[in-house]
Structures are given as structure tokens and as C-alpha cells.
């Protein structure tokens, strides 16, 4: 099983473009996040599902975009990207309420 | 406000010795509070979880932790560190007003010296 994974790996943007983070996962799952890491101010979340067709906003919501189409794939989406949205991004994902969530390896976005 | 304090940047210890990293949380009610390592260049990894029952969890590769409630506090420990510890470790506490989220620490860096 692959677990969590997040395509691409590494992306670089100019400003005003648009970009679309795909993460996929094999664990069935219904619970999965976005989340942005910068140093210094941990993990922030930005959006999240509780299940297919679902999405809420989380701690930093501004400037992006989801879709739940799937159970498996939770996309995140930069209409027009901005330098302050250069940061690392995680996945995760988690089954019943109160487990562990479990992360996927990242995409590092430079946004110049 | 609801949130998780680790009042340390860094943290180095050398390897053999003990280690502990800390952890405060603030929210009302019974927390449930998670501990994640991260390795560089990937993503977070479960340690260990405290929900209910013994004040002392036991983890993965070696780690405990230890709720005390009077304290708020969460803090990791390992008897014995090695150089492979040297990561980058996160508090985690379940958001009370959410219980489908989690609120983070800023994180403290391990570095284990040969």
C-alpha cells in the first residue's frame, strides 16, 4: 500500500499562475486535510474533508481551493498564486474520529 | 484560545543520554494529545498518543510520553538518545470546539550528538 501520496514533489510558479496539488490515498479513509508548514509557525491547516463531496475551511483557508470528487483524491487548488503561498504542503489523512493522522511526503511550492 | 506551547526551539543532548522535549497544551475538558516526528524533506509520522488511561505511553522507535494534568503538560522522552532522533518533533492536541482537527506546536528541533 502506498499510504498517502502527493504530486508533485517540488513545483515552482510565478505570481498570478494557477496550480492544482493532487493527493491521493489507499487507506479508505474519509477524513483528509490540507495543511501549509513555514518555519517557525508549525503546521496550519487549510482545508479539510469529512468525507466524499465534503470540504470546510480551516485556520488559513484564503486563496485556495478544494474538491472531494473522489473518497481517495483531495485536491487543493492556487487560482492565482501569490509569493506568501510559497511554503511546504502535507496531506493527511485519518479514519475513525479520534485516530492518528497520517501525512504524506510534501510538496515544496516556490511561488516567485 | 485553545493551544499547544513548546517552549523550546532546540533541543541537543548527547547520544546515550536522556532526552525529553516539551510540551504544554491549553483546552478545556480531557485532551487528546499526539506527538509526530518529522525526518527531513518528509512528511510527519506518528509517534504516540495519550486519550485515556495511564499517565505513561509508550511509542515508536523507543519514545514515551507522560500526561500530567496538574502541569497541562505532554512531554516526549527517550532513556537513551541516538543520532538517528535528530528530527524535527511536534505536540499535537485534538481541537475541542472541532474534534475532526488538530492544533499543532511550532515544533522543537532534536539534535543528538555523537
Known sequence: ?112 | AQSVAQPEDQVNVAEGNPLTVKCTYSVSGNPYLFWYVQYPNRGLQFLLKYITGDNLVKGSYGFEAEFNKSQTSFHLKKPSALVSDSALYFCAVRDMWNTDKLIFGTGTRLQVFP
Open chain 1, 1 to 112: 500500500n502506498a499510504g498517502v501520496t502527493q504530486t508533485p514533489k517540488f513545483r515552482v510558479l510565478k505570481t498570478g499562475q494557477s496550480m492544482t496539488l493532487l493527493c491521493a490515498q489507499d487507506m479508505n479513509h474519509e477524513y483528509m486535510y490540507w495543511y501549509r508548514q513555514d518555519p517557525g509557525m508549525g503546521l496550519r491547516l487549510i482545508h479539510y474533508s469529512v468525507g466524499e463531496g465534503t470540504t470546510a475551511k480551516g485556520e488559513v483557508p484564503d486563496g485556495y481551493n478544494v474538491s472531494r470528487l473522489k473518497k481517495q483524491n483531495f485536491l487543493l487548488g492556487l487560482e492565482s498564486a501569490a509569493p506568501s503561498q510559497t511554503s511546504v504542503y502535507f496531506c493527511a489523512t485519518k479514519g475513525l474520529p479520534y485516530n492518528e493522522q497520517f501525512f504524506g511526503p510534501g510538496t515544496r511550492l516556490t511561488v516567485l
